[in-house]
């Protein structure tokens, strides 16, 4: 076990052991990373890092206390609802991240809910939808009815119909869905649940900061914000396309009297009457004020011309994507974010996207179907053209490496652990999956290669199990093992 160092070390020797911890990161400055990162350019991050450290150590959870970060939040709040067809009445909040800006609308939603007599609310969900609504469901015990989308992987709205009770509070739809970069059916969505006098949440965590702007350089964009009736809540990430710093995303309400139900009070503490508009208690100033600090840099059109650069650079890509036999990008994506699936039995997508991790490309691989994810932002634009022609490479090289024979034993040892899974009871089942990971070469961290990893997690039916996998692994990474070798020596 690590523990506290007896005596401290000086600023320096700290701060070159974590620049040279770095390196063992996904390097994401040169484009390769196609997540987790938004990037402006150079003089923009520096900015944005002055904007952070002008209110490093000011804290939002009092707002009497700091009137200036309540100003801040009150002005990029009306900002960003304008931007979305928003009027006076609408209002909102920033949060940490889009996760906690969904977390409060389903909240939100419960407490709707409970105030009209239903005692155990539910939601109806495109399977499309982000994962953040199944931890809102799992956390706010909140029933959530997962159905499938179309065939273009826009939600189905007869599927969602047919989902609704009389429990139902909430129906979500995306602006744009993750996986696959559409946007969802939302007036017909937003109509259904005005009919049914519910609730209608749009997720536009990515899209938020970017349609309004893709709209506006004469991109088709189906409606999807404020200005759509029906519509009474949408959450918009600061920190991905308004390219803010991370810790800043905005949940709004088409009335005052809906975010009531977010809020939480508590007046009977010795420590004072408490209440707090969102999950977290401390509100860190910094990422207030950079959310801030950016929408005045940038302006109208300084985002869309960020916009117009990272469209012109999604055109390209998709383009150059579709030109590569065997490869293309599923369904018609409304902005930058897309996937990349094969359209032949000889290319595994997973292995592609193996021989571009060998290269220094990072992608997120995605299941059902099974693809790799880009979100193109302007960080990417410059490595458009080497991109490209490593994929090709990539495609070249799987087709080259196929091997039909291999490929039907692991599809059908895949068939087997699936029907195996199926009639054995859950211990045995669980224990036959940990036995399969073993052999992956999963035991105690990723392997390198990692196609038949994805492969096989990808087609096991017992969800039950790879979850308690995913979970098993995650529990591992969050530990100090013994033996871990220390990022500063130890001292003597
Ligand atoms: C990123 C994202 C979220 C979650 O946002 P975090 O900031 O990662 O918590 C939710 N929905 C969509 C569509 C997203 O892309």
């Known amino acids: 076990m690590k523990s506290l160092?007896?005596?401290?070390?000086?600023?320096?020797?700290?701060?070159d052991a974590m620049r040279d911890l770095k390196k063992e990161d996904v390097q994401w400055e040169d484009g390769r990373v196609w997540c987790l990162v938004f990037h402006a350019g150079d003089e923009i991050s520096q900015f944005l890092k002055e904007a952070y450290t002008t209110y490093f150590s000011e804290n939002a959870l009092n707002p009497t206390a700091f009137p200036s970060l309540k100003r801040m939040e009150n002005e990029v709040v009306s900002m960003a609802t304008r931007l979305l067809g928003g009027n006076d009445y609408t209002v909102g909040n920033l949060t940490t991240g889009g996760t906690e800006s969904i977390l409060m609308a389903v909240k939100t939603a419960r407490e709707w809910g409970r105030d009209r007599g239903i005692k155990k609310p539910e939601m109806v969900v495109p399977t499309s939808a982000h994962p953040a609504f199944d931890k809102a469901a799992h956390?706010?015990?909140?029933?959530?009815?997962?159905?499938?989308?179309?065939?273009?992987?826009?939600?189905?709205?007869?599927?969602?119909?047919?989902?609704?009770n009389k429990r139902?509070?909430?129906?979500?739809?995306?602006?744009?869905?993750?996986?696959?970069?559409?946007?969802?059916?939302?007036?017909?969505?937003?109509?259904?649940?005005?009919?049914?006098?519910?609730?209608?949440?749009?997720?536009?965590?990515?899209?938020g900061m970017m349609l309004p702007f893709v709209r506006d350089l004469g991109y088709e964009v189906p409606p999807f914000d404020f200005s759509v009736p029906g519509v009474t809540s949408i959450s918009a990430d600061l920190h991905k396309y308004g390219y803010a710093a991370k810790g800043a995303s905005l949940v709004m309400y088409n009335s005052?009297?809906?975010?009531?139900?977010?809020?939480?009070?508590?007046?009977?503490?010795?420590?004072?009457?408490?209440?707090?508009?969102?999950?977290?208690?401390?509100?860190?100033?910094?990422?207030?004020?950079?959310?801030?600090?950016?929408?005045?840099?940038?302006?109208?059109?300084?985002?869309?011309?960020?916009?117009?650069?990272?469209?012109?650079?999604?055109?390209?890509?998709?383009?150059?994507?579709?030109?590569?036999?065997?490869?293309?990008?599923?369904?018609?994506?409304?902005?930058?974010?897309?996937?990349?699936?094969?359209?032949?039995?000889?290319?595994?997508?997973?292995?592609?996207?193996?021989?571009?991790?060998?290269?220094?490309?990072?992608?997120d691989r995605q299941q059902d179907p099974d693809s790799l994810h880009l979100t193109l932002n302007f960080g990417h634009i410059e490595a458009a053209d080497e991109f490209l022609s490593d994929l090709e490479d990539a495609v070249a090289a799987a087709r080259s490496t196929y091997d039909p024979e291999a490929a039907k034993k692991e599809r059908r040892r895949n068939m087997l652990m699936k029907g195996a899974l199926k009639i054995l009871p859950?211990?045995?089942?669980?224990?036959?999956?940990?036995?399969?990971?073993?052999?992956?070469?999963?035991?105690?961290?990723?392997?390198?290669?990692?196609?038949?990893?994805?492969?096989?997690m990808a087609s096991l039916p017992n969800r039950g199990d790879v979850e308690s996998i995913v979970i098993d692994l995650l529990d591992k990474m969050t530990r100090h093992e013994p033996g871990t070798k220390p990022i500063l020596p130890e001292e003597e």
Request: hydrophobic share 40%; charged share 20%.
């Open 5 to 15: 160092p007896r005596k401290g070390r000086s600023s320096n020797e700290v701060l």
């Open 139 to 164: 956390y706010f015990d909140v029933k959530i009815a997962r159905v499938p989308v179309d065939k273009d992987f826009k939600a189905s709205v007869s599927a969602m119909r047919k989902a609704i």
């Open 168 to 207: 139902t509070v909430l129906l979500v739809a995306s602006a744009p869905q993750y996986p696959q970069g559409v946007v969802d059916p939302i007036q017909d969505i937003a109509r259904l649940a005005s009919k049914k006098g519910i609730l209608c949440h749009v997720d536009a965590c990515v899209g």
């Open 256 to 363: 005052p009297e809906l975010r009531k139900y977010q809020y939480f009070a508590y007046t009977d503490w010795p420590g004072g009457i408490y209440v707090s508009p969102t999950m977290t208690g401390t509100r860190p100033g910094g990422a207030i004020a950079a959310a801030w600090a950016i929408m005045h840099r940038l302006g109208f059109d300084g985002y869309r011309e960020i916009a117009q650069k990272v469209m012109q650079a999604r055109d390209k890509i998709r383009d150059g994507i579709n030109a590569i036999p065997g490869i293309r990008v599923p369904g018609t994506p409304h902005m930058s974010v897309m996937c990349i699936v094969s359209d032949r039995a000889d290319v595994n997508i997973y292995e592609v996207g193996d021989n571009m991790s060998a290269k220094g490309w990072h992608m």
């Open 426 to 456: 859950g211990p045995v089942a669980t224990k036959a999956t940990e036995l399969g990971t073993k052999i992956m070469g999963m035991d105690g961290g990723l392997p390198n290669r990692t196609a038949a990893m994805y492969g096989m």
